[in-house]
């Protein structure tokens, strides 16, 4: 089932130049998509064009059967949850319970629910031993968490990430990823990533390449990402494994370009070499 | 020494309840012309070791001998203006520090404030704006018109424009897209190779580490566990299982290969040399 559908987008910031030019696409119930380009080639635009955050020039927007409109908007947006890149920008509570219950009490849940729900989200991002802590004194990664958990807690379909870990050291990196990896288990959530890192990108199930306001590739990893001297030419990066079959094709040597290292290293080691 | 930390300690907010030593007794000398990574997980007291080298903090214990001024505990070092002239610090996200109305004046208001003559600030400015990769066009503009990594390379080139011989950069490379943060790195080594400063960095990344830097100082809860060159911290797999460290992509294949009894050099450390290596090999 399509949850989200895009046709013929376009969105401009100041009328002279678009920022999304005429995109198209759609993204399957509970898949995981990444969305990769470097900055300034719309990925950002595209995330808030989905929840309606700013106002399409052109086209449509459809999430779960629901075409975007003023009328629609806040159907929409009970939909999809986002969480951004810096961690301190989107903390509003003084706790982080208070934190996590802000959602929950915009949209009037009853308070002697409301502490179950927190509880149960709490327990779920793994900071339930922090519920009355001031956010000031998380780490960025635990930051992040709160922020995941208060948009659980809205129970969303979709959850969209635009950098989500790209200002974390590599502990809250991993953290972060291993949760939402879990929560897309679990939940069978649809997850949008918008990211920089590669290896997340090897393990998403479709992967579209912006560039200049256009899809420029999609597919899945293992088809996209194979294409390095494309992806090099955008300045995106590409899998360490591909840069490896890369150079050793200089040398007239032929490996699979795989994305797994362990799969690299057994066709290395098939090689004819001496020791 | 030119550089060097003698058993500093460093605690915040002492004799209060938030009271918390960041640093602990720290001895560690910094090789001046070289490029040196400071590394260690957040909270391990990166930022608190780097900020004592223009006096932002001052030792707690101990003493910071910066270039001929020693840095001791509560006491103004002398000449405090000078040392800040010479050791130019750039905070975690600068971008967020820009406040004046065009790009140029940002970039002027570090080389005004130590007495520059406004005509020489303004060509150092200018320079520093193509140094960091900003033309002239920028110049004029609002700060506030730039994305976030060309607001980083404004504030780093206000750091330039003061010119100072000791480069400090806290995180410089966090949060940008992968050709940013290169181009940021290739810039840190154009100020090392082409101009002589001493260049510190405090990061993150494993990759920067091996490809950019000369030196590494690894810190962990606020104790220097070790002062080693990059290349032989990067052989060493014992101790970068101890410390917890994610070891660039290069060295976990070569590890692996070896593993496997290929017997590969361990001064491998590019996707270049190794291909060529393996090449090499083929019967």
């Known amino acids: 089932m399509k949850q989200v559908e895009v046709k013929n987008l376009r969105f401009s910031y100041d009328d002279e ?31 808030k064009l989905l929840i309606g955050l700013i106002d399409r020039n052109e086209g449509e927007i459809m999430i779960d059967g629901i075409v975007l409109t003023d009328k629609t908007i806040y159907d929409v947006r009970n939909k999809i949850g986002i969480v951004f890149q810096n961690p301190d920008n989107q903390f509003i509570g003084s706790t982080v319970k208070d934190d996590i219950a802000f959602g929950l009490e915009n949209h009037q849940v009853d308070p002697a629910k409301m502490d179950e729900i927190i509880h149960h989200f709490a327990k779920e991002v793994n900071m339930i031993d922090y519920l009355e802590n001031e956010p000031t004194r998380l780490s960025g990664g635990q930051k992040q968490r709160v922020a995941i958990a208060g948009v659980l807690a809205m129970r969303p379909d979709i959850l969209i990430l635009d950098e989500a870990t790209s200002m974390l050291d590599p502990k809250g990196k991993e953290e972060v990823n291993a949760l939402v990896d879990r929560i897309h288990e679990a939940h069978d959530m649809t997850i949008i990533s918008i990211t920089h890192d590669i290896e997340e990108v090897i393990k998403s199930d479709q992967v579209f390449v912006m560039n200049e306001g256009e ?49 690299m290293v057994e066709q290395l080691c098939q090689l004819p070499l001496s020791k | 020494m030119p550089i060097a930390f003698k058993q500093v300690s460093y605690e915040y907010s002492p004799g209060t309840p938030f009271a918390y030593d960041a640093l602990k007794n720290v001895s560690v000398e910094i090789s001046l012309g070289k490029v040196t990574a400071i590394i260690g997980s957040t909270g391990s007291g990166k930022t608190t070791l780097v900020q004592h080298l223009n006096a932002l903090l001052l030792p707690s214990k101990g003493e910071v001998e910066v270039l001929d001024r020693v840095i001791l505990s509560s006491e103004k070092p002398k000449q405090l203006k000078s040392l800040r002239q010479q050791v130019g610090l750039v905070f975690q996200f600068p971008e967020y520090q820009l406040f004046e109305e065009t790009i140029i004046k940002d970039v002027m208001f ?3 404030n130590f007495g520059i003559e406004k005509e020489e600030a303004l060509l150092r400015s200018m320079h520093a704006l193509t140094v960091v990769g900003l033309d002239e066009t920028f110049a004029e503009k609002s700060p506030l018109d730039l994305s976030g990594g060309q607001k980083r390379r404004v504030a780093i080139a206000g750091i330039l424009a003061i010119d100072p011989n000791v480069l400090v950069l806290d995180e410089p490379t966090a949060g940008l897209d992968p050709q940013g943060s290169k181009s940021m790195m290739s810039l840190f080594m154009k100020m090392n190779r ?32 070790l002062k080693t060159d990059v290349k032989s911290f990067f052989r060493d797999e014992k101790l970068l299982d101890e410390l917890n460290i994610c070891p660039p992509k290069i060295v976990s294949m070569r590890r692996k290969l070896n593993d496997r009894g290929l017997h590969l050099d361990e001064g491998i450390v590019d996707v270049a040399t190794l291909a060529k290596e393996i090449a090499g090999r083929v019967k």
């Not at chain 1, 005429?22 to 993204?27: I, L, R, Y």
């Not at chain 1, 955008?234 to 490896?244: H, I, N, R």
């Open chain 1, 17 to 47: 130049v678009d920022a999304v030019k005429n995109v198209s696409f759609s993204v399957e119930k509970g898949t995981y998509t990444c969305i990769i380009g470097h900055n300034g080639s719309g990925k950002s635009t595209i995330a």
């Open chain 1, 215 to 263: 899809i420029v590739m999609q597919g899945c990893p293992n088809d996209v990402l194979v294409h390095a001297d494309k992806l090099i030419e955008m300045a995106l990066d590409v899998p360490f494994t591909v840069k490896v079959a890369l150079e050793l094709k200089k040398y007239g040597i032929d490996v699979d370009m795989t994305m797994d290292m362990e799969r």
């Open chain 2, 110 to 112: 570090g080389p005004l």
């Open chain 2, 194 to 225: 082409d101009y002589g400063k001493t260049v510190l960095i405090v990061t993150h990344d494993m990759e920067h580490v091996l490809n950019y830097c000369d030196e590494v100082i690894v810190l962990n809860q606020g104790s220097v566990v």
